[in-house]
């Protein structure tokens, strides 16, 4: 059975069964269908409810039902992708925004931006290095070993079709309907690994944005250890639930800089809702990129539905 024909045996019988569906599949759907797969993704991933309602005929998610945060972020990643939001999705075009709003000083260095694996020119890249797609999330590799990996030809061979199927491919069909991620130009932009003196990934800052300010922020030490901050950069424990150590780390000058930049890079956006996320690498913030629907809105890292994450 074709997928033309899986669909309108799907609208007949209004049985969807159960997640996940194949990509092909949610590709095909027409966007009104959106809301009801949704639905069902949202109760396989979190037990929450998603209110849904009918209007001019067709069902859409309800948004004045949409309590908790998890609701509110289905609501927008259906209803608010705008084309805005989508440049500053696109790990390529933002780049160009906060290069404008705060300067190229905080932006990691681009080494190659090219359309295909084959594009790619070994030769001129250093010993490590990072490879993502521009237009979705956790699509990289981390080379730590060039020469290595270069000698390595099942991994590299793992890595080139790895990265070949992701340019093929639309990143909002696989985890939930993120639509800010529809239609970006596929890319693979190279960067500089930064690196800590134990040759790990650096600490990040994310900072928490509610109508163009910082609301509270989480910065990740490492893998085990965390600590988070309210707007005003008090020490806190009572928004999130992570098995994470939370550290009682005072707010230092870094932590200051990354809301005020926040900010910053916000004058003039008129998004309800985005996280901004950052890397310290040597005393010194790089922009990483901005999230509007952390986790798809499938996390439990929120105890509770604080006033600090309250948006329309």
């Known amino acids: 059975m074709d997928v033309i024909d899986r669909i309108k045996n799907i609208f007949v019988k209004d049985e969807i069964g159960e997640p996940p569906w194949e990509y092909d599949f949610l590709y095909n759907l027409p966007e009104s269908e959106y809301p009801k797969y949704l639905k069902k993704i949202f109760k396989y991933r979190t037990g929450e409810d998603l209110p849904l309602k009918r209007e001019h005929g067709q069902l859409v998610i309800d948004k004045n039902k949409c309590k908790t945060f998890n609701q509110k972020i289905q609501w927008l990643k259906l ?16 780049r160009d925004y906060v290069a404008e ?20 020119n070994f030769d001129e890249l250093p010993d490590a290095f990072v490879m993502k797609c521009n237009h979705g999330s956790k699509w990289m590799y981390v080379i730590k070993n060039k020469q290595e990996f270069l000698q390595n030809k099942r991994k590299f061979n793992i890595v080139k079709q790895d990265i070949t199927g992701w340019l093929e491919q639309e990143f909002w069909t696989w985890n939930g309907f993120e639509m800010q991620y529809k239609g970006i130009l596929p890319k693979i932009i190279i960067e ?3 690196a800590d003196e134990k040759n790990e990934p650096c600490s990040e800052i994310y900072v928490y944005c509610i109508n ?12 085990n250890e965390v600590s988070v901050y309210d707007e005003k950069l008090n020490i806190t424990k009572n928004l999130l639930c992570t098995k994470e150590r939370f550290l009682d780390e005072k707010p230092d000058e870094i932590l200051m800089q990354s ?12 998004f309800n809702f985005v996280r901004i996320d950052w890397m310290i690498y040597k005393k010194h913030l790089f922009f990483c990129e901005m999230t509007f629907t952390p986790y798809s ?3 439990n ?9 309250m948006f329309e």
Do not use: M, W
């Open 79 to 94: 209803y608010d992708a705008t084309q805005l939001k989508r440049d500053c999705t696109d790990k390529v075009k933002v």
């Open 101 to 120: 709003k705060i300067g190229t000083e905080y932006l990691k260095p681009v080494l190659q931006i090219c359309d295909s694996y084959d594009e790619i």
């Open 192 to 194: 500089s690994f930064l």
């Open 212 to 223: 163009g300010k910082p609301k509270f922020s989480l910065k990740i030490h490492n893998l």
């Open 259 to 270: 809301y005020k930049l926040s900010e910053k890079l916000l004058t003039t956006l008129n």
């Open 297 to 299: 809105g499938f996390s």
């Open 301 to 309: 890292l929120f105890t509770k539905y604080p006033k600090e994450l």
